[in-house]
Structure formats: structure tokens, C-alpha cells
């Protein structure tokens, strides 16, 4: 109400006499100076007036002449301490035209029925105050005698194109008062000064560890020179100057996100990739979250003209950013505004058959972009006319859209915006008229552009938010009446506004679907992935060593960067929160004790968020969906298999790095790699669904990596692509490492065909060959809780890879699997009770389900193992494999030639083991059952902790992450404790076999048997408590393996 003239500015006679004589009219005269006075004449004049103005015959009435231009009651009396708000304009139809214009007051009246019938600017509502207008007459007399040719003229086109009255009504119209008072209170009382001063970061603070952020002092730590230490490492971090963050009114954090802030542009690499993403063209950017995106914008900007809009804003950390596009996305309370969704004659769901309702939205929808638009604009003029449009103040105005005090000012504005009951053509107008004055004022450089850049934009994109449906993406249809996200408007809306200027757009997240963004509107976009990681290199080493304790010294210095590269390799914010986290601790502890307990936090879905040193509190999960649990599966039995992260083999699946599983290695969004170990480690997790800290299906029991029944029902329908086989391969092949923990007799747990071969009924364990000597092979059983080697399967490309693992390299593995043209086939080596040893070729055989697996496929499965067929086409200068096999010591008699048994696993398929086809396949062939492996597997599967043990050991070598808990202990307690193993039904054999052939059917004890038997066991269970307690057993795991194997075998009788 401050902007309206009083009274006495209303009547002065010498100020009207001004404006009459300025626009050619006569002056207006009164018959007293007291103001009331003039008031009440002013208005007796108006009734007077109304009273003999009548419509004439032959008058033109039509909305849009000057007859019509007649206004229904004028300016209402009021005192000098409250004016009270005029009613804009009635109903004209009392009077009609013609009507005088002889003063400020009936030229406002006039002006305010233009804007109502002519211009067509909504309701009274949406027009502006009475005293408005008359004070804008009063300040531009130019205006004024505008506003009397359109009338005397009957000619409306002046006033249509006047600037003043339309495009700047922003800076008149007490509808956008608080607007404006918002703005001056930013160039007076707010962030601006300090930034003219250039003490902006002052308003942020730096960190320095004080006494609640590190350690409980005890006794031992009060020392005086444990005081010094503490005192050295807090001024050593303090002359870092690294900026405090906010995490909630009373803890802060080291900020490493925007630490040493706008010195990309000094290394050429980081030029070159910021080069690549602002450019003159537009720009999607799009990677997993704490790839680096964020502060990649942030450079950029800080060396361009640009604004910073975040559709999402996180209220636990900061920097917040501005919280205007949440505000129109998100139902909150911070701005006072009602969100998008949530606004009167919005439709949730767009029918296809009626466009009005699409119509609503998309209008709606450009209100609001605008009105955010328009206060950033605003502000941003604001910015200019109190600091300065140089260049050396880019990085003052990224400054002030990072950050902004408590009361959030720049929220506010736009909520005073949306609250402003205006017709959209006057934010529209609004926009067009900041814009012309913006570039006017910067006078870019040839070639230079301003740029619009949007991070986090997948909130923008999805279908559901927060567990919940999003009224958003259902909201809006294209022409072939498919809906699209909001995203899409949201870009429409500020494009339409700015493509007569040098502007583009760059906008980035970690899931922007390139579906809805096709076609020629969106030629001009470009896609990348290019953020860049640290992946070992020197880059990490050197950001690293910047942190480290001054004390510490090579070679520790070394070897922890060394094991710190291995652990946090991958994106950015995984080593920054790391150094954030020691930094906190004010380096009390270990850096390697920190370290380990850091990366254990974010493998239990954890994150470093609290300040205090012993402290993590659960964070943002990774999120799971079914479309991800295959390539989920896929990536852990990769790493457990082969000790190596999986990279390059699940392109088509970009919903991993949406979910944050995968990452995008490549600048052109091709690569996908799950390899970072905290990742790993963190999915591991998810696969216990007893696990708290993770999300689980609801009702779905407990997982394992080694459940065969699991893996058919969830995870084998979702495999796509080539990767099929080899994930099935892999999975057998853990299954067969779990399950050797023990020796297994044969023709329990293969179907072999008639007849039977007596050496089936030994039992067998896995081994490992090392050839120690150019004439010594070490022979070693395997044992999966036990092992000290990392990697279950060595992987052969050739045939020169497979010969080394045959002769028994330095680091061998139980496996290999060897690739040819006709798929891969899984290799391993068996020991007998005795000393004899024999080769097993595997193979899976899939099929769709409940399909019969025919005896020819069968055969055909089995002449491809044929070692004659599977190396016939060696070329001269390969190995010779043939001459490697026959050359297995001690081969099992029975095994061929080759030692070879070739077993084909028919997964997913029926197969009849009485087929003759089979019987008549001889006995170097055998069947392995899925249903016969998961009753072996379903007692010791790999569950809960043990997976993520198994799964860090293999990629780390490392078992320190899960401190004094020992998973092997508990793994192999359920092994031994429970008598699951004999209870196991043998494997089906062909029926057609003579009884002399068959495996012997145990006979029923008798009584007195039982007795005798429950004798010698008690009699044995006393020997070897005595043993146990004098020391004198021989340990079971020395002499020979046939000793070791017979030692076991009697132990458990």
C-alpha cells in the first residue's frame, strides 16, 4: 500500500496543472486547497457525469470502440492514514462512450477499461489498483497523452504496444509489491553486499573440528602431547579453508563439493571435458549420482553468464540451491504456494478422447515455469544494477544461487509471483522485457552464450516419487496419445521464451529417458556421459595425499593410498565423503581403521553424513527394481567367480545407473560398469532380505546366490542378451564350489547312463593343481570357506589360456571356463578317495520351460565336449590340449582316454534319463539335475553377511570389513552341524540298468544292527573328546589326501 499516493499527491493542483499542460489540456480546477475537499468534488463531478451521459441513436456500442469506453463509478473518497483498495473498474453499462478525458482520474478509469475489454486481461481481480494507474499518469506524462488519443482517436494500437503499461508493469502494479519489495531487500539488507565486498564465503564459515567432532577424550587422550597433536591437525585442516556444511541447526560437515571451487579451468583435461558439455549447441548430461555432474556445472558456471535451477532440493545438506522448481513439483510448505498438482482445474489423469483437459494442464504448466523464469530473471537484474555485469562477477552470482540465508528470500520471490493475480500475458511479457534489458546489458561476445542449466532432472522425469504416484507424468499426452514427463514442458516452456536470444540449455541427471526426447524439437541436443572418475589413477593418489595427516610418512603413506585407490575407485563422491569423514575425525584414528569402518558403512547402505567420528546414519538407499535384479545377480557372481568388477556387457540396462548399481564409463553413454567395491559390497547386502538397512520384496523369502530354485524363478526369466549362458555357467559354478566343501560320491549327485561305473560310488572332492616344479604338481583339495585364493574361475579366450591352466599356473583356480563357437564349457578337476583324478567338461544346456530336452540335442551336447572335436581345429603354432589331458596323473580308469567325463546340466528343461539314446552314450557321460543340485546346495546356501564376505574377499582380498565377526566360522558350522548331508536322496539313474549295475539300495538295519551302531558311536564321540583335550589327535587336514578324506569320512560315522 506504500506505493500509492497520498491525498495530498492526489489533489495537488500545481502537479495536475503540470500534466494537463504536458499532455495539451486544460488545467483542472477546485474550489478549495483542503484535500478531503477536493476528493468529494472529484467525485460529485463523476456522479454529475454519469448521470447525463446516455447512449445516442446511432451510437457504436461494440466492446471494442470508444463508445463503450465509459467507466462505471469513479475514484471512492477515503482518508489520508487508510486508503482502501479501489475497485479497479464496473460494469461500463451505465455509461458508454463518449466520455471526457479532462484529468489523471478518467484517464485512469479509461485505462482500466482497456485493459478490461480491450486487451481482454481477465476479471477485475486481475487488473491493477485504481491509485496504480493514476500515479503511473502522474510520473509519465507521455503515457498519459497516450491514453487521451487512444480515446479521442478510437484508436487502441499505442496503447497495445507501450512498454510501459504492459511489459513493465512489474515495476508499478501493487500486485507485484511484495516482489518488489523482496528484490530491495536483497540489494540492501541481503547476500548482495557481501558479495560487492567479496566476502561471500564469510556467510558460509570454514570448517574446523572442534571437541564434538572427534573421539570421546579419555584419560590416555588428555595428554599434553595428545593436546599438541590435536592442536597441530586443527590448524593443519583449518589452512585448508574448506567450507562448512550445514547438515542440520547444530552439526556441520566439511563441504568437499565445492572445495577450491572454479579451478577446472586450470588443468587442460577438466577444460577440455567442460568444454564438451557448454557449448553452443544444448546438452543432456547424464550420469550416476555422485558421478560429478553437480560440480561440473558449477564450474562451468563459474566462469559463464548462466542460471542454476535444481528441481530437487535436499533440505539435510547444503548447498541447497534455490527451492522454486521443488516448490512447483513437490506439495511444501516452504514458499506458502500450493505445488503444480494441487492447482485448481488440474487433471491427474489426461483422458485421450478430450484435449481441453490437456489443454488446462499445458497451461497451467507455462504459468508456473514462467513465474520461475521471471524470479530468477528478476533477481538476477537486481544482481547487475547493485554489483556489476563484469565478468570477474560470474563466479559471485553461481555464489549467491548456491546458497542463500534462512529466510530464502529468492523462494519467497517466487511465491510472490505465483500469488499475483495476473493475466499470463503480463508474466509472459514480463519475461520478454527482463530478457531484451539482460542482453542488452552483458553485450556478450561474439560465439559467447548465456546458459540455462537444470540439475537433477530425473526428479522431473519420473512416474512414481517418494513410493507414491506422481500426478505429473500422467498429466501430459503427445499427439499419438503416449504420456510424456513434465520435463518435457518444463523445457518447452523456457525454450519458447528465449529463442530470440543466445542461449542454451544444460541439463543434467542421472536418468533423462532418450524416448521423450526425440525428433527434430530436440535435434539440437547432444547426449553425453562425460564426468569423468577417479579410477586409480594419479588424479585420485593426488586429491588423496592433499588431506592425509601431515605426520604421516612413506611407505605408510604409500601403502594406504595404494589400498584407498583400490577401495574408492569409481565416482567422485565416494572419495570426497571419505575425506570428509577423516577430516571429522581430526586424524585421532588409523586412516586404514577409518577407511575399512568407512567402506563397511556404505557396503550396509550407509552414508557419511554426521560429523561425529563413530557415527554413520542410514542414507538414500539403493534403489531396486525387477528390471535390475538379473544384472544385479549377474554382477556379484562375475566378481565372486572371476575377482574382477563387471564392466561393458549391460549397456541396454540404463536403469542400473538411474538406480546408482552402474556407472557409465564413456563420454557417449555406450560403457556400463558395476565396479565400484562399495557398490558391490552394498548390493551384496540387499540379497539378505532379513536385512534392515535394504529394500526387499515384500514376502519374498530369504535370498541366496546359491539357490537354484531362486535363480529360476526370479532371475532366469529377466536375462537378456548374449551374457545368458555365461551367467548360467557362472551360477553353476559357485554352486559347485559351495557344494565340494565336502566329498561327494558320485552317483549321488550324477545321472550316469548303463552301466553304472563302479568307480561312481567313490566319493570325490574338487581340487586345485599347482605345478610347483617343472616335475612336481601340487595337488590341493578345495575348500570355498577356506580358500586363499580370490578369483573360482579362471577365464580361457584360447587355447593358450587354457593350457597354462591345465599345466597348474602360479594363482590357479579351481575352474576355467574356455570359450568356443559352440558356447562355453565349465572345466574342473576330481579326486577320488584314492589318488586317481579325472577331468569334468560341463556344459548347460537351456531351454525354454517345461520343454523336453530331445536325445539329439543331448548327443549333440556331448559330441561337443569330445575333446577329438572341441580342439580339432588347432592351428600349428596353439598348444597341443589333447596331449595336456591325456597327461593327468593317476587317471580314473573308465574316463576314456582323455580322463575326460563330460556332463551336461539341462537347465530349465525335462530330460528322461531312461531315453536309450543316454544308456547308450558309455560311461565317460553323465547328467547333473538342477532339482538334484538345489537339494544339495538348499542347506549351505550363501546368505546374509556371507555373501557380502565372499564377495569384497574376491574383489579385495581382504576379509577386514565386517571386524571380529568370522562369517567362515558360521559358514562352515552350518556345513557340519547339522546332519542335513545324508539325508540328501541320490540322484535318479536309469531304470534299465541290472541290478549288479545299479548303485546297491542300502539295507534296512535290524535291531540288534542299530544297537551296535549307536554303541560304536558313542564309543568314538569319547575317543575324541579325549583326544580333544590331551592335544595328541593328528590333525585331520595332514598326510595324503586319501588319509585326509578316509580320516573325515570316519570322523563323521
Known amino acids: 500500500m506504500n506505493d500509492k499516493p497520498s491525498l495530498a499527491h492526489l489533489a495537488s493542483e500545481k502537479y495536475v496543472e503540470e500534466v494537463a499542460k504536458g499532455a495539451g489540456e486544460k488545467t483542472v480546477e477546485y474550489a478549495t486547497d483542503d484535500p478531503e475537499k477536493r476528493m468529494a468534488e472529484a467525485q460529485q463531478r463523476a456522479d454529475e457525469a454519469k448521470e447525463q451521459a446516455r447512449p445516442y441513436k446511432g451510437q457504436d456500442v461494440s466492446p471494442r470502440s470508444p463508445a463503450n469506453c465509459l467507466l462505471s463509478f469513479m475514484l471512492t473518497s477515503s482518508s489520508d492514514s487508510s486508503l482502501a483498495r479501489e475497485t479497479s473498474i464496473g460494469s461500463h453499462e451505465a455509461l458508454h462512450f463518449p466520455l471526457h478525458v479532462n484529468n489523471v482520474t478518467e484517464a485512469a478509469q479509461f485505462l482500466l477499461w482497456y485493459l478490461e475489454n480491450v486487451r481482454k486481461e481477465g476479471g477485475k481481480e486481475a487488473l491493477p489498483w485504481l491509485s496504480d494507474c493514476k500515479l503511473l499518469l502522474y510520473e509519465h506524462p507521455e503515457l498519459y497523452a497516450v491514453v487521451k488519443d487512444a480515446h479521442s482517436m478510437q484508436d487502441f494500437t499505442k496503447l497495445d504496444q507501450s512498454d510501459l503499461l504492459h511489459r513493465c508493469r512489474v515495476r508499478w502494479s501493487s500486485q507485484f509489491k511484495e516482489s518488489r519489495e523482496i528484490l530491495e531487500g536483497l540489494s540492501v539488507a541481503g547476500t548482495m553486499p557481501l558479495l560487492s565486498n567479496g566476502e561471500r564465503w564469510l556467510a558460509y564459515g570454514f570448517w574446523v573440528p572442534t571437541p564434538n567432532t572427534t573421539r570421546s577424550t579419555t584419560h590416555s ?463 551384496a547386502y540387499w540379497f539378505d532380505a532379513t536385512d534392515s538397512y535394504t529394500h526387499c520384496d515384500r514376502g519374498e523369502a530369504r535370498r541366496s546366490l546359491t539357490d537354484i530354485d531362486y535363480f529360476v524363478q526370479k532371475i532366469f526369466p529377466d536375462i537378456k542378451g548374449p551374457q545368458k549362458d555365461h551367467h548360467i555357467t557362472c551360477h553353476i559354478a559357485t554352486c559347485l564350489a559351495v557344494l565340494f566343501e565336502r566329498p561327494i560320491r558320485m552317483w549321488d549327485l550324477l545321472s550316469f547312463p548303463l552301466p553304472t561305473p563302479r568307480w561312481a560310488g567313490q566319493s570325490s572332492a574338487l581340487v586345485t593343481r599347482q605345478q610347483t616344479s617343472k616335475i612336481m604338481l601340487h595337488i590341493t583339495p578345495f575348500r570355498f570357506t577356506q580358500r586363499t585364493h580370490r578369483a573360482l574361475v579362471t577365464r580361457s579366450r584360447n587355447l593358450s589360456d587354457l593350457a597354462a591352466w591345465l599345466e597348474g599356473s602360479e594363482e590357479s583356480t579351481p575352474f576355467v571356463l574356455h570359450s568356443t563357437d559352440s558356447g562355453e564349457v565349465l572345466m574342473f578337476c576330481l579326486q577320488m578317495e584314492g589318488t586317481e583324478l579325472f577331468w569334468v567338461f560341463l556344459k548347460v544346456a537351456t531351454h525354454a520351460s517345461g520343454e523336453e530336452m530331445s536325445p539329439s540335442d543331448l548327443a549333440q551336447c556331448y559330441e561337443s565336449m569330445d575333446p577329438a572335436v572341441l580342439f580339432a581345429n588347432k592351428k600349428d603354432d596353439d598348444p597341443d590340449i589333447v596331449s595336456l589331458l591325456k597327461g593327468l596323473p593317476n587317471k580314473c580308469p573308465g574316463t576314456g582316454p582323455y580322463g575326460v567325463l563330460r556332463v551336461v546340466v539341462p537347465f530349465n528343461a525335462n530330460t528322461d534319463i531312461n531315453e536309450r539314446s543316454f544308456v547308450a552314450n558309455g560311461n565317460s557321460v553323465a547328467l547333473l539335475s538342477t532339482d538334484v543340485l538345489q537339494r544339495y546346495v538348499s542347506g549351505n546356501q550363501i546368505v546374509g553377511e556371507a555373501i557380502a564376505q565372499e564377495v569384497l574377499f574376491a574383489l579385495t582380498g581382504e576379509r577386514e570389513f565386517l571386524g571380529q565377526y568370522s562369517l567362515s566360522d558360521t559358514f562352515r558350522g552350518r556345513l557340519y552341524r547339522h546332519p542335513w548331508w545324508d539325508n540328501v536322496p541320490e540322484a535318479p539313474q536309469p531304470s534299465q540298468a541290472s541290478s549288479s549295475l545299479r548303485p546297491k539300495a542300502k539295507p534296512k538295519p535290524t535291531k540288534a544292527a542299530t544297537t551296535a551302531a549307536k554303541r560304536k558311536r558313542r564309543s568314538a564321540t569319547a575317543v575324541d573328546e579325549g583326544l580333544g583335550q590331551t592335544g595328541e589327535a593328528e590333525d585331520e587336514d595332514s598326510g595324503p589326501p586319501s588319509k585326509r578324506l578316509r580320516s573325515k569320512a570316519k570322523r563323521r560315522i
Open 221 to 683: 587422550d588428555s595428554s599434553p602431547s595428545n593436546r599438541d597433536q590435536d592442536l597441530a591437525s586443527t590448524e593443519h585442516i583449518r589452512a585448508m579453508r574448506i567450507l562448512a556444511a550445514q547438515v542440520n541447526p547444530t552439526q556441520k560437515c566439511p563441504n568437499m563439493c565445492l572445495h577450491d571451487l572454479g579451478h577446472f579451468h586450470e588443468d587442460p583435461i577438466l577444460r577440455e571435458r567442460l568444454a564438451k558439455i557448454f557449448h553452443r549447441s544444448n546438452t543432456f548430461l547424464v550420469n550416476v549420482a555422485g558421478s560429478g555432474k553437480s560440480r561440473l556445472l558449477y564450474e562451468g558456471l563459474c566462469i559463464r553468464w548462466g542460471l542454476l535451477l535444481s528441481v530437487f532440493q535436499a533440505q539435510h545438506v547444503w548447498p541447497l540451491t534455490i527451492g522454486d522448481l521443488h516448490c512447483v513439483l513437490r506439495d511444501s510448505d516452504w514458499c506458502g504456494v500450493k505445488a503444480l498438482d494441487q492447482s485448481q482445474n488440474w487433471t491427474e489423469i489426461v483422458p485421450r478422447d478430450d484435449t481441453s483437459f490437456l489443454e488446462t494442464n499445458l497451461k497451467l504448466a507455462h504459468r508456473r515455469f514462467s513465474e520461475v523464469l521471471l524470479s530468477r530473471l528478476l533477481t538476477f537484474q537486481e544482481f547487475m544494477r547493485n554489483i556489476g555485469s563484469g565478468r570477474e562477477y560470474k563466479r559471485s552470482w553461481l555464489e549467491m544461487q548456491l546458497h542463500q540465508p534462512d529466510e530464502r528470500p529468492l523462494e519467497h520471490l517466487y511465491a510472490a509471483l505465483q500469488k499475483a493475480n495476473v493475466d499470463d500475458r503480463v508474466i509472459n511479457d514480463a519475461v520478454a522485457k527482463s530478457l531484451e534489458e539482460i542482453f542488452a546489458v552483458l553485450d556478450l561476445p561474439e560465439g559467447e552464450r548465456f546458459y540455462i542449466v537444470v540439475d537433477q532432472a530425473e526428479e522431473a522425469t519420473y512416474a512414481q516419487w517418494d513410493y507414491r504416484p506422481l500426478s505429473h507424468f500422467k498429466a501430459f499426452r503427445d499427439e499419438n496419445g503416449e504420456n510424456y514427463p513434465i520435463l518435457k514442458e518444463m523445457l518447452r516452456c523456457w525454450h519458447a521464451h528465449m529463442r530470440a536470444f543466445p542461449v542454451s540449455f544444460v541439463v543434467s541427471g542421472r536418468e533423462i529417458q532418450r524416448e521423450f526426447f526425440t525428433g527434430e524439437e530436440w535435434s539440437s541436443y547432444s547426449w553425453t556421459s562425460n564426468t569423468g572418475s577417479f579410477d586409480g589413477g594419479e588424479d585420485q593418489r593426488g586429491y588423496l595425499a592433499r588431506y592425509l595427516p601431515p605426520g604421516l610418512a612413506s611407505p605408510a603413506k604409500e601403502e594406504f593410498l595404494d589400498r584407498a585407490c583400490r577401495l574408492l575407485a569409481g565416482r567422485y563422491r565416494i572419495t570426497a565423503d571419505f575425506v570428509a569423514y577423516m577430516l571429522s575425525t581430526n586424524y585421532r584414528e588409523s586412516c586404514d581403521r577409518l577407511l575399512t569402518r568407512f567402506v563397511f558403512a556404505l557396503c550396509r547402505g550407509l552414508n557419511y553424513r554426521d560429523p561425529m567420528a563413530n557415527n554413520f546414519h542410514p542414507e538414500e538407499k539403493l534403489v531396486y527394481g525387477s528390471r535390475d535384479r538379473a544384472d544385479i545377480h549377474y554382477s556379484l557372481l562375475h566378481a565372486l567367480c572371476f575377482a574382477q568388477c563387471l564392466t561393458g556387457s549391460l549397456c541396454d540396462n540404463v536403469n542400473l545407473v538411474a538406480n546408482g548399481y552402474g556407472r557409465f564409463t564413456d563420454a557417449n553413454m555406450s560403457t556400463i560398469a558395476i565396479d565400484e567395491i562399495p557398490t558391490i559390497g552394498r548390493a
